[in-house]
């Protein structure tokens, strides 16, 4: 595919030959028992027969439709059956579904449907006050499927056919699913990830973490989430044929009764979420006696909460450090509770290639902290279609800059300690400064803007943006900053937390804004 970077020849071969690569597709994931409970979504339930089927038929629709091999489709979608069996679909067909999340909006749905040139959009009708159609109708794609009420779209209840043949399959090599970056410079990146390093990434992780056909999941990040589809999430349930249960949130009033009625046995969630389970067993009664695992990732969990797991929830804790990019490192389930609760795992792959450097490249002394590089059988070798990005992310030999700052131990354990990027991880979500910067800055009563990220015990970061205003213009409070960054198509939880007014900006030597200053000055107030 035009924009995609290939693995070089000799790691590709010695991926293969080392039985890193299979010829599996993620088309061919769903490996259960057909009679055995596949999915659970409210009161639905399908088993592995029934999912196969519905998956089958929605991949001829959407073969009917004009979707083909090749083609790129956006998928936003909230945790329901519908994304489950579009996601099947689709790369049964062999077409890439673009997985943006629920909370995206037109600044970065448009960007990804021009980036990629998608063929077709696929939504729901409405999240609460919002209308997925009335986005859909500015956009730049030939369809446009809806799950729900459709208007003059096409409705993803009527993308339905009786397969007639096996549609030919993609190549292990070939795109099977994009995922979004953090975002760290701007609106998100495309992650191309194909049908062999992504079935090697949550076939490895479900053997790590102990997935069989006996493990309930239960889902409440959003599905389209790297860490809830195949780490090893939904994927990773399938291809060892256990249950999924799709839950709205992670609030505890859905979530709790959830893993009490369907016995769920492993719940992902991100730091602000567990945190909140943590409080909320002293006011719900539900019984979650059924837990056994809670994986916690997204953002770094304090060693301190960590331990509280195991006395509180009554089950396994694992942390879990990894990026939609490829790297994904767990805390095994025969860990010391020491190595648990203070490191973020070590790599999933005897594969994974790693460096910790300073900044000149060179490799620091065993424990000393520096940026993370790796490289490996299921990490990119580039963004999609960003050449220029490329460039600076990845060293000459392939590995990829992370921009996160660790130090490893001897047992080759991870402990983060921060990021050289300049990004803001609010519960898990990544919030790029220099996108939100270049919104404010549109605001007629800014002349300048800088975004920082505030500590803080829930969230792990708050967002703060410094505003320099233009002379005689009064200063925006928060709310009318949030609602003129709505009108402009952006997702809401990149909103800022918080405003500071300032009259100049702290600067470095070289002339650049000083962010370390800016949040020393907030510590100072």
């Given at each position: 595919?035009?924009?995609?970077?290939?693995?070089?020849?000799?790691?590709?071969?010695?991926?293969?030959?080392?039985?890193?690569?299979?010829?599996?597709?993620?088309?061919?994931?769903?490996?259960?028992?057909?009679?055995?409970?596949?999915?659970?979504?409210?009161?639905?339930?399908?088993?592995?027969?029934?999912?196969?089927?519905?998956?089958?038929?929605?991949?001829?629709?959407?073969?009917?439709?004009?979707?083909?091999?090749?083609?790129?489709?956006?998928?936003?979608?909230?945790?329901?059956?519908?994304?489950?069996?579009?996601?099947?679909?689709?790369?049964?067909?062999?077409?890439?579904?673009?997985?943006?999340?629920?909370?995206?909006?037109?600044?970065?749905?448009?960007?990804?449907?021009?980036?990629?040139?998608?063929?077709?959009?696929?939504?729901?009708?409405?999240?609460?006050?919002?209308?997925y159609r009335a986005m859909a109708r500015t956009l730049p794609v030939e369809h446009v499927v809806v799950d729900g009420d459709a208007a003059e779209f096409t409705p993803l209840a009527?993308?339905?056919?009786?397969?007639?043949?096996?549609?030919?399959?993609?190549?292990?090599?070939?795109?099977?699913?994009?995922?979004?970056?953090?975002?760290?410079?701007?609106?998100?990146?495309?992650?191309?990830?194909?049908?062999?390093?992504?079935?090697?990434?949550?076939?490895?992780?479900?053997?790590?973490?102990?997935?069989?056909?006996?493990?309930?999941?239960?889902?409440?990040?959003?599905?389209?989430?790297?860490?809830?589809?195949?780490?090893?999430?939904?994927?990773?349930?399938?291809?060892?044929?256990?249950?999924?249960?799709?839950?709205?949130?992670?609030?505890?009033?859905?979530?709790?009764?959830?893993?009490?009625?369907?016995?769920?046995?492993?719940?992902?969630?991100?730091?602000?979420?567990?945190?909140?389970?943590?409080?909320?067993?002293?006011?719900?009664?539900?019984?979650?006696?059924?837990?056994?695992?809670?994986?916690?990732?997204?953002?770094?969990?304090?060693?301190?909460?960590?331990?509280?797991?195991?006395?509180?929830?009554?089950?396994?804790?694992?942390?879990?450090?990894?990026?939609?990019?490829?790297?994904?490192?767990?805390?095994?389930?025969?860990?010391?509770?020491?190595?648990?609760?203070?490191?973020?795992?070590?790599?999933?792959?005897?594969?994974?290639?790693?460096?910790?450097?300073?900044?000149?490249?060179?490799?620091?002394?065993?424990?000393?902290?520096?940026?993370?590089?790796?490289?490996?059988?299921?990490?990119?070798?580039?963004?999609?279609?960003?050449?220029?990005?490329?460039?600076?992310?990845?060293?000459?030999?392939?590995?990829?800059?992370?921009?996160?700052?660790?130090?490893?131990?001897?047992?080759?354990?991870?402990?983060?300690?921060?990021?050289?990027?300049?990004?803001?991880?609010?519960?898990?979500?990544?919030?790029?400064?220099?996108?939100?910067?270049?919104?404010?800055?549109?605001?007629?009563?800014?002349?300048?803007?800088?975004?920082?990220?505030?500590?803080?015990?829930?969230?792990?970061?708050?967002?703060?943006?410094?505003?320099?205003?233009?002379?005689?213009?009064?200063?925006?409070?928060?709310?009318?900053?949030?609602?003129?960054?709505?009108?402009?198509?952006?997702?809401?939880?990149?909103?800022?937390?918080?405003?500071?007014?300032?009259?100049?900006?702290?600067?470095?030597?070289?002339?650049?804004?000083?962010?370390?200053?800016?949040?020393?000055?907030?510590?100072?107030?």
């Open positions: 595919m035009d924009g995609v970077t290939a693995w070089p020849a000799d790691l590709a071969a010695r991926y293969e030959a080392e039985g890193y690569w299979s010829d599996r597709v993620l088309g061919g994931v769903l490996r259960g028992a057909p009679g055995k409970t596949a999915l659970v979504t409210g009161d639905d339930r399908l088993t592995y027969a029934e999912l196969y089927l519905r998956a089958a038929r929605t991949a001829a629709g959407f073969l009917d439709l004009g979707v083909r091999k090749g083609d790129r489709v956006v998928v936003q979608l909230p945790n329901t059956a519908a994304f489950v069996v579009t996601f099947l679909a689709l790369v049964r067909v062999g077409a890439a579904p673009i997985l943006a999340l629920p909370a995206h909006r037109e600044s970065e749905i448009r960007y990804l449907c021009e980036l990629a040139e998608a063929s077709a959009y696929v939504c729901a009708d409405r999240d609460g006050d919002f209308d009527k993308v339905d056919a009786e397969p007639v043949a096996e549609p030919e399959p993609p190549a292990p090599s070939d795109v099977g699913v994009f995922l979004l970056s953090g975002g760290t410079t701007g609106l998100p990146k495309l992650i191309p990830r194909t049908h062999r390093d992504y079935v090697y990434n949550l076939e490895a992780s479900a053997e790590v973490c102990g997935f069989t056909s006996s493990t309930v999941y239960l889902v409440v990040l959003p599905a389209a989430h790297n860490f809830a589809l195949a780490c090893p999430g939904i994927l990773g349930v399938f291809a060892t044929g256990g249950t999924v249960v799709l839950a709205p949130s992670g609030s505890p009033d859905e979530a709790f009764p959830l893993i009490e009625r369907e016995r769920a046995t492993v719940c992902a969630v991100v730091p602000p979420i567990a945190l909140l389970w943590l409080d909320a067993v002293t006011w719900q009664d539900e019984d979650l006696s059924s837990l056994q695992l809670l994986q916690v990732g997204g953002a770094k969990f304090a060693a301190e909460r960590a331990a509280e797991v195991p006395d509180v929830l009554g089950c396994q804790v694992q942390q879990v450090f990894g990026m939609a990019e490829g790297l994904l490192n767990y805390t095994r389930l025969d860990d010391p509770r020491d190595l648990v609760e203070r490191t973020q795992g070590r790599p999933l792959s005897p594969a994974d290639e790693i460096r910790v450097v300073d900044a000149d490249g060179a490799q620091v002394a065993p424990g000393e902290t520096g940026e993370l590089l790796t490289r490996g059988p299921y990490t990119l070798r580039g963004y999609y279609r960003a050449p220029e990005h490329n460039a600076r992310s990845f060293t000459p030999d392939g590995f990829y800059r992370t921009g996160d700052l660790v130090r490893r131990l001897p047992s080759g354990h991870l402990i983060v300690e921060g990021r050289e990027k300049d990004q803001i991880n609010r519960g898990g979500d990544k919030i790029s400064a220099e996108e939100l910067e270049g919104h404010l800055l549109a605001h007629p009563a800014i002349h300048d803007a800088a975004v920082v990220g505030v500590p803080d015990p829930m969230m792990g970061e708050r967002t703060c943006a410094f505003l320099i205003l233009r002379d005689g213009e009064k200063a925006p409070d928060l709310r009318d900053i949030k609602d003129f960054l709505r009108t402009r198509g952006v997702a809401a939880y990149k909103f800022p937390d918080r405003l500071e007014t300032t009259d100049t900006f702290p600067r470095t030597p070289v002339g650049k804004v000083s962010k370390k200053a800016l949040t020393a000055r907030i510590h100072s107030s």
